[in-house]
């Protein structure tokens, strides 16, 4: 996240943006953002040390990183369910996330050069080696579709899927010469893995069955004050089936593509939009937007994909991380830790709860998972339930019998009572 924020903020000269400038259609309640009531956040779940780098929600289970120790929750209860335990890193890739849930499966980083993949149970299923142990330990590049876990690799510039279940390779993607998928970004709906290429600017789509190529294009974006424009490497994938939304890695444009061919639908700018975008995420026939329009302000904003129109736009007192669209609202989480609750059709606040740092949130259907940076929390968006049930801290007695138990050599565990 540092390093994302720092080229964002390198990026605000290039789209104009410093203090908050005005902005097309703005929601009735945009200028009230940071005046709205706090409401008391309906709890379903608490636990303490969960959350910090990474959180992940993925049917009944829920995956939570706090840079110790990755464990999998149950999304109804918090109750833990699985434990692992990366190694730690060399690289000053601490701050990234060291392990993802994915199609029920948890992946990690296991040793150097390697991921592990556990089950629900905590067990390891397999693993598979993604770069040359002598480089560093592997940040975990990974999507499922189709029934099969993609893996970037690095230490053969491959995009290799793998069966979810048995970890049989399925089909292998060798791209061209000077393409690396190790450090760009992957995303993947039921028909295709979409990947960039770190380095080369390059945006791919692939068959999710048997990995043939589907279609190619570029990422364009300005490169900074006075030096125009050019490819641009994609920090940001997302795809609903339809469509694929990609971010320039300055954060100064947003590409919106046809899903099947990869042609351009929309070309967002951020000088238009007055910030530069953090996170794009696909809803229906709208784009919504969250990000960074100036050192200690942000805003959020959706955008008509039929039109390429901005519906609304509202500025908040601190930069936009995350959102999430579901249904009529839209939910926008703040860099130190403010949720907000928004109208979809038109902007306006209906709550705010001032959180503690982090800044993650996700949802499914009816559930919200998030994170303030000492806890993982589970809430209820439609406020049915209020009550609070706080999962033991591990200092505690009653975590005490609870032990975590791993075959020699792997770094999953499952959680047991001793």
Same mark, same amino acid.
């Given at each position: #996240?540092?390093?994302? %924020?720092?080229?964002?903020?390198? +990026?605000? =000269?290039?789209?104009?943006?410093?203090?908050?400038?005005?902005?097309? %259609?703005?929601?009735?309640?945009?200028?009230?953002?940071?005046?709205?009531?706090?409401?008391?956040?309906?709890?379903?779940?608490?636990?303490?040390?969960?959350?910090?780098?990474?959180?992940? &929600?993925?049917?009944?289970?829920?995956l939570a990183d706090d840079g110790a120790e990755v464990v999998l929750l149950d999304a109804a209860s918090g109750a833990v369910r699985a434990r692992a335990t990366?190694?730690?890193?060399?690289?000053?890739?601490?701050?990234?996330?060291?392990?993802?849930?994915?199609?029920?499966?948890?992946?990690?980083?296991?040793?150097?050069?390697?991921?592990?993949?556990?089950?629900?149970?905590?067990?390891?299923?397999?693993?598979? %080696?993604?770069?040359?142990?002598?480089?560093?330990?592997?940040?975990?590049?990974?999507?499922?579709?189709?029934?099969?876990?993609?893996?970037?690799?690095?230490?053969?510039?491959?995009?290799?899927?793998?069966?979810?279940?048995s970890g049989a390779e399925r089909w292998r993607h060798e791209p061209d010469s000077g393409l690396s998928w190790s450090h760009g970004a992957l995303a993947a709906?039921? *028909?295709?893995?979409?990947?960039?290429?770190?380095?080369?600017?390059? &945006?791919? *789509?692939?068959?999710?069955?048997?990995?043939?190529?589907?279609?190619?294009?570029?990422?364009?974006?300005?490169?900074?004050? /006075? #030096?125009?424009? @050019?490819?641009?490497?994609?920090?940001?994938?997302? +795809?609903?089936?339809?469509?694929?939304?990609? !971010?320039?890695?300055?954060?100064?444009? $947003?590409?919106?593509?046809?899903?099947?061919?990869?042609?351009?639908?929309?070309?967002?700018?951020?000088?238009?939009?007055?910030?530069?975008?953090?996170?794009?995420? &696909?809803?229906?026939?709208?784009?919504?937007?969250?990000?960074?329009?100036?050192?200690?302000?942000?805003? $959020?904003?959706?955008?008509?994909?039929?039109?390429?129109?901005? %519906?609304?736009? !509202?500025?908040?007192?601190?930069?936009?991380?995350?959102?999430?669209?579901?249904?009529?609202?839209?939910?926008?989480?703040?860099?130190? /830790?403010?949720?907000?609750?928004?109208?979809?059709?038109?902007?306006?606040?209906?709550?705010?709860?001032?959180?503690?740092? @982090?800044?993650?949130?996700?949802?499914?259907?009816?559930?919200?998972?998030?994170?303030?940076?000492?806890?993982?929390?589970?809430?209820?968006?439609?406020?049915?339930? =209020?009550?609070?049930?706080?999962?033991?801290?591990?200092?505690?007695?009653?975590?005490?019998?609870?032990?975590?138990?791993?075959?020699?050599?792997?770094a999953c565990a499952s959680a047991t009572r001793s």
């Amino acid at each position: #996240m540092r390093i994302a %924020r720092a080229l964002l903020l390198s +990026s605000l =000269a290039v789209l104009g943006c410093g203090t908050a400038q005005a902005t097309p %259609r703005a929601a009735p309640a945009a200028e009230r953002a940071e005046d709205a009531d706090d409401g008391t956040i309906p709890v379903v779940w608490r636990v303490e040390r969960a959350g910090a780098l990474a959180l992940r &929600l993925d049917g009944p289970l829920v995956l939570a990183d706090d840079g110790a120790e990755v464990v999998l929750l149950d999304a109804a209860s918090g109750a833990v369910r699985a434990r692992a335990t990366p190694p730690p890193r060399a690289n000053g890739f601490d701050d990234q996330p060291r392990a993802s849930l994915l199609a029920g499966r948890l992946v990690a980083e296991a040793e150097p050069g390697a991921l592990v993949v556990c089950d629900a149970a905590g067990a390891e299923a397999w693993r598979v %080696r993604c770069l040359g142990p002598s480089f560093d330990a592997c940040r975990v590049r990974a999507v499922a579709t189709a029934g099969a876990l993609v893996v970037a690799t690095g230490r053969t510039l491959a995009l290799v899927a793998h069966d979810i279940t048995s970890g049989a390779e399925r089909w292998r993607h060798e791209p061209d010469s000077g393409l690396s998928w190790s450090h760009g970004a992957l995303a993947a709906d039921g *028909a295709r893995v979409y990947a960039s290429s770190y380095g080369t600017h390059a &945006l791919v *789509a692939l068959d999710a069955q048997t990995g043939a190529l589907v279609w190619q294009a570029e990422c364009d974006a300005a490169y900074g004050p /006075g #030096m125009g424009r @050019g490819p641009g490497d994609c920090m940001g994938l997302s +795809s609903d089936g339809r469509r694929v939304a990609a !971010i320039a890695v300055s954060g100064s444009e $947003v590409l919106v593509l046809d899903a099947a061919t990869g042609a351009s639908e929309q070309h967002l700018f951020g000088r238009d939009l007055g910030f530069a975008t953090l996170v794009a995420v &696909l809803a229906g026939d709208a784009l919504v937007l969250g990000g960074l329009a100036s050192a200690e302000a942000g805003a $959020v904003a959706v955008v008509d994909l039929a039109t390429g129109a901005v %519906r609304w736009t !509202i500025r908040t007192p601190e930069p936009v991380r995350s959102v999430v669209a579901r249904g009529d609202v839209v939910w926008a989480r703040g860099i130190y /830790g403010t949720l907000w609750r928004l109208d979809a059709r038109d902007g306006a606040v209906s709550a705010r709860w001032g959180l503690r740092g @982090g800044g993650q949130v996700h949802a499914d259907a009816d559930r919200l998972v998030l994170d303030d940076g000492a806890h993982a929390i589970m809430i209820d968006p439609a406020g049915r339930r =209020a009550r609070t049930r706080r999962s033991a801290s591990p200092a505690s007695p009653r975590s005490r019998p609870r032990t975590a138990r791993a075959r020699p050599g792997s770094a999953c565990a499952s959680a047991t009572r001793s």
